[in-house]
Structures are given as structure tokens and as C-alpha cells.
């Protein structure tokens, strides 16, 4: 798998979420942009819309040094067709909860994948 | 709702310009498969959001930190099971594929080869045996022709009075036991 020679060089934590998550998880430490000014995060308010959602999970997944990308459950909620189709091992995607919206598990796409493969 | 600290997110979103809060990725052979795992990897230049809040609520913004922090911790666990278990998903399908195609495909045409193998060489067998019994029955007709010649010479020279040549000093078929016997193979 050429994935994984990469992935030694994965470090950073990307994150999409509202602006509380976004806010605490910058505090924690995982904010970076890089030279070319392009950051790891992504806050999205009530005027982000679904394509630049969509478009910064795209190039999230498709950045060879993000390891993790945290997004808020409800946000995943938009992109669950993008999120679904995703079954790449780099970067991992993890659904977190937000302040309003508690952690679901009937919704995650990989505990999904779970059921189906405990399922046959 | 309005805080008294104000707006601490836009200032907490602008001065984020370098990670320190990584993961450092390590590989774990776990029954023959190469499986990744995170390991949360916190640098010293930690200090970057020490002074956010100061003197407007900052306790509760270290907190606040803290707390992050501990969560960022573990969710870096999470996802090092997490990708864990893509990969042994993926490689679980691989291995029952392979599985199903050498049970339904592979074994089946050996074992046909091998059946094949079987009676051919019975029948080799067959043939063998076969051709051994015809050699060893044409054997005793020739000897028994042979036999039956002597004899019939034998008893023309007694016809003939010539009792000398009955008893085979002359006839170039040996009257010798042991030598008429010497030829015949052991044949099961």
C-alpha cells in the first residue's frame, strides 16, 4: 500500500465544525496554515454552504499531511453521501458531537460500516 | 449570547498559525498486518494561547483548554482504532475472496487432476497386467509346442529304431532340465 510510506509525514488534526468546536479545538492546539496560507479548519456558520463544505472535506482527504479530520456530526449530516462513499484509511474521519447536537451512533458512516460487516 | 471577555473565538482563529497539538504516526504488526497508530504528540511552543482571556475571564478559558486538550487526546485514540479497523476491513474482504476463489476453483480442479491422475494409471496398471498374462500364456503354448515336438521326434526315432537320437544327443533342443527351466520369469 503506497498510503502508508506516506503516512509517517501526517501529522496535523484538520477540523470542520460550528464555531464553539472550532474555537476549543484551536485552543487545544491543532490549528496550522500552512505557506500556502491555507488552514486545517474550517468553521462553518449559517452562510457556509454545502459545496464549500463539500469541497473543504475533499481537499482535507486529499492533503498527504493531515492524519485526522474531526467534523461535527451535524455538519456530517450535510456531506452524508460524500462521507458514506469515503472508505479510504488516510486520513481517518471522525464524527464528533457538537454543543447542540449529541453523538448519534445510528448516524456515524463508519460504525455503519461495522454493522455491515458484523452483519454477514 | 455575549460574553464578557468578548469575542475570544476570532482571536483564538487568527493567531492559530502553527500546530502544536500533532500526531505522530507509528506501524504495529498485529498477525501479519502492518496497522497504523496515532500517538498524540504535543509540542513545547504550547504557550501560544497561554495569554488568551487574560484579565477578562482567563481561568475559564484555561479550562476550557485543558479540557480540549484532554478530549484532542482522545480522540487521537479513537482514531488510530478507528483506522485500525478500515484497514482489517478491507483486508478481512481480501482474504475471503481469496479464500472463497481457492476453495470453489483451486481445490476442485486438483482434485480432478488428481482423480484423472487415478485411472489412468489404473488403467496402465490394467493394461500391464494384462500384457503379462498374454506373455506368460503365449509362453506356455510355445513351450508346450516346443515339448510336443521333441516328443513327436523322440518317438520317431524309437519308430525308427534309433534309440540314441531319442534320448537327444543330436536334436539342438537341449533335453537339459535344468536349462528348460532356467527361462521362466517370475511373473505374479
Same mark, same amino acid.
Given at each position: 500500500?503506497?498510503?502508508?510510506?506516506?503516512?509517517?509525514?501526517?501529522?496535523?488534526?484538520?477540523?470542520?465544525?460550528?464555531?464553539? *468546536?472550532?474555537?476549543?479545538?484551536?485552543?487545544?492546539?491543532?490549528?496550522?496554515?500552512?505557506? $500556502?496560507?491555507?488552514?486545517?479548519?474550517?468553521?462553518?456558520?449559517?452562510? *457556509?454552504?454545502?459545496?464549500?463544505? =463539500?469541497?473543504?472535506?475533499?481537499?482535507? !482527504?486529499?492533503?498527504?499531511?493531515?492524519?485526522?479530520?474531526?467534523?461535527?456530526?451535524? %455538519?456530517?449530516?450535510? %456531506?452524508?453521501?460524500?462521507?458514506?462513499?469515503?472508505?479510504?484509511?488516510?486520513? !481517518?474521519?471522525?464524527?464528533?458531537?457538537?454543543?447542540?447536537?449529541?453523538?448519534?451512533?445510528?448516524?456515524?458512516?463508519?460504525?455503519?460500516?461495522?454493522?455491515?460487516?458484523?452483519?454477514? | 449570547?455575549?460574553?464578557?471577555?468578548?469575542?475570544?473565538?476570532?482571536?483564538?482563529?487568527?493567531?492559530?498559525?502553527?500546530? !502544536?497539538?500533532?500526531?505522530?504516526?507509528? $506501524?504495529?504488526?498485529?498477525?501479519?498486518?502492518?496497522?497504523?497508530?496515532?500517538?498524540?504528540?504535543?509540542?513545547?511552543?504550547?504557550?501560544?494561547? =497561554?495569554? *488568551?482571556?487574560?484579565?477578562?475571564?482567563?481561568?475559564?478559558?484555561?479550562?476550557?483548554? !485543558?479540557?480540549?486538550?484532554?478530549?484532542?487526546?482522545?480522540?487521537?485514540?479513537?482514531?488510530?482504532?478507528?483506522? /485500525?479497523?478500515? &484497514?482489517?476491513?478491507? &483486508?478481512?474482504?481480501?482474504?475471503?475472496?481469496?479464500?472463497?476463489? &481457492?476453495?470453489?476453483?483451486? %481445490?476442485?480442479?486438483? #482434485?480432478?487432476?488428481?482423480?484423472? %491422475?487415478?485411472?489412468?494409471? +489404473?488403467? $496402465?496398471?490394467?493394461?500391464?497386467?494384462?500384457?503379462?498374462?498374454?506373455?506368460?500364456?503365449?509362453?506356455?503354448?510355445?513351450?508346450?509346442?516346443?515339448?510336443? =515336438?521333441? +516328443?513327436?521326434?523322440?518317438?520317431?526315432?524309437?519308430?525308427?529304431?534309433?534309440?540314441?537320437?531319442?534320448?537327444?544327443?543330436?536334436?539342438?533342443?537341449?533335453?537339459?532340465?535344468? /536349462? #528348460?527351466?532356467?527361462? #521362466? +520369469?517370475?511373473?505374479?
Amino acid at each position: 500500500m503506497a498510503q502508508h510510506a506516506a503516512h509517517k509525514n501526517r501529522t496535523l488534526i484538520a477540523a470542520i465544525g460550528d464555531e464553539d *468546536t472550532v474555537t476549543g479545538l484551536l485552543l487545544a492546539g491543532i490549528g496550522d496554515v500552512n505557506a $500556502q496560507q491555507q488552514a486545517n479548519f474550517l468553521v462553518v456558520e449559517a452562510k *457556509t454552504t454545502q459545496e464549500q463544505i =463539500e469541497d473543504t472535506f475533499l481537499a482535507f !482527504t486529499k492533503r498527504p499531511d493531515v492524519a485526522i479530520v474531526l467534523i461535527n456530526q451535524h %455538519i456530517a449530516e450535510s %456531506i452524508r453521501g460524500i462521507l458514506d462513499e469515503y472508505d479510504a484509511a488516510f486520513p !481517518t474521519v471522525l464524527e464528533i458531537p457538537s454543543k447542540d447536537h449529541p453523538y448519534d451512533p445510528e448516524k456515524d458512516s463508519v460504525l455503519k460500516r461495522v454493522q455491515l460487516l458484523f452483519g454477514d | 449570547v455575549a460574553y464578557i471577555t468578548g469575542d475570544i473565538g476570532y482571536q483564538v482563529r487568527e493567531n492559530a498559525k502553527r500546530a !502544536t497539538f500533532k500526531v505522530a504516526a507509528k $506501524q504495529e504488526n498485529v498477525s501479519g498486518v502492518l496497522l497504523p497508530a496515532f500517538e498524540a504528540e504535543v509540542r513545547a511552543g504550547a504557550g501560544q494561547f =497561554e495569554l *488568551t482571556g487574560l484579565g477578562r475571564g482567563g481561568q475559564q478559558v484555561q479550562r476550557a483548554r !485543558t479540557a480540549y486538550v484532554a478530549a484532542v487526546a482522545m480522540l487521537v485514540e479513537l482514531a488510530s482504532l478507528q483506522t /485500525a479497523f478500515v &484497514i482489517l476491513d478491507e &483486508i478481512i474482504k481480501v482474504t475471503n475472496r481469496r479464500v472463497n476463489a &481457492i476453495e470453489y476453483v483451486i %481445490i476442485p480442479r486438483i #482434485e480432478n487432476t488428481i482423480a484423472h %491422475i487415478n485411472s489412468e494409471l +489404473d488403467e $496402465q496398471d490394467r493394461e500391464e497386467f494384462y500384457r503379462l498374462k498374454k506373455i506368460q500364456s503365449k509362453k506356455k503354448e510355445r513351450a508346450a509346442r516346443a515339448q510336443k =515336438e521333441i +516328443d513327436e521326434s523322440a518317438r520317431r526315432a524309437i519308430a525308427d529304431g534309433n534309440l540314441h537320437q531319442a534320448v537327444g544327443g543330436d536334436t539342438p533342443a537341449a533335453r537339459d532340465l535344468l /536349462a #528348460e527351466q532356467a527361462d #521362466e +520369469d517370475v511373473i505374479f
